[in-house]
């Protein structure tokens, strides 16, 4: 198990309540569609956030994750199909091509890509609509400023710049904050949501000294939305 599938797994429980940016993302995503597709593809689609903001008839659903344990909170119907895959692995892509879907959509899932660029270039292929939502490295942007570090996510432009090879698509970048009580509990936050993909963000002393200097009472988020019709 990779440390960013084991993270999701061991917090899978209560990703549920804390999701509440990755449901403003889903929610996005949802209203961005112009029709009501019937036959979706859900990648990274954990416990189920996108199925249950759908408000029309679903025909065929296929959520797709690498964590058994999110797959397990997952809504169960008998027009979902819920399939343990990787998307990291180019058969999963063979595989998907093989059927006929209406829309393709994937939130807060692809920022953790070992390569996002053959990601983008498998799904274009598919020739699908699709609807992705990809945190960029301005999430955390005033922490990793305050420790010193380097985002680990790609920027925005160097995203935009890779789907743009493969795909004619739309693109938007939304930036949103959490607001938290305490620094403590933002610092949990991060752990826990997922947000930081099971990758060490920071490490002991930098972390105790953000936790004397941050200078807000919020957190940063930065997503950008590709659509392609
Ligand atoms: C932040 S959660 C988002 C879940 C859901 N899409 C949502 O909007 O709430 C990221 C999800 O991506 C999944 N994930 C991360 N890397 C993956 C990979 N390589 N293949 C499949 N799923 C992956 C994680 O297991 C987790 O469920």
Not at 46 to 55: E, K, M, P, Q, V
Not at 103 to 119: F, G, K, P, R, T
Not at 188 to 213: D, P, W
Request: a negative charge; proline letters at 3%.
């Amino acid at each position: 198990m990779s440390s960013a599938c084991h993270e999701f797994s061991r917090y899978a429980a209560e990703y549920g309540s804390r999701n509440v940016i990755q449901r403003l993302v889903a929610k996005k995503l949802i209203a961005s569609t112009p029709n009501q597709p019937k036959q979706i593809v859900d990648l990274g689609c954990g416990n189920g956030t996108l199925y249950s903001l759908i408000d029309w008839e679903v025909e065929h659903f296929v959520g797709i994750d690498f964590s058994a344990q999110m797959l397990e909170h997952h809504p169960l119907s008998p027009n979902v199909e819920l399939i343990l895959g990787d998307f990291n692995d180019p058969a999963l892509f063979e595989t998907l091509s093989a059927e006929c879907f209406e829309h393709i959509y994937s939130a807060s899932a692809l920022q953790w890509a070992d390569d996002l660029e053959s990601v983008l270039k498998s799904l274009a292929s598919l020739n699908t609509p699709i609807s992705l939502a990809i945190f960029t490295s301005g999430t955390f942007k005033t922490l990793h400023e305050c420790a010193g570090v380097t985002p680990l996510l790609r920027s925005s432009d160097e995203v935009i710049a890779m789907a743009e090879k493969y795909m004619d698509a739309r693109f938007e970048v939304l930036h949103t904050t959490l607001e938290f009580d305490s620094v403590r509990e933002m610092f949990r936050y991060i752990k826990r949501s997922g947000v930081s993909g099971g990758r060490r963000v920071l490490n002991y002393a930098q972390t105790k000294q953000l936790m004397e200097f941050y200078p807000l009472n919020y957190l940063e988020f930065e997503v950008l939305f590709i659509l392609k019709s």
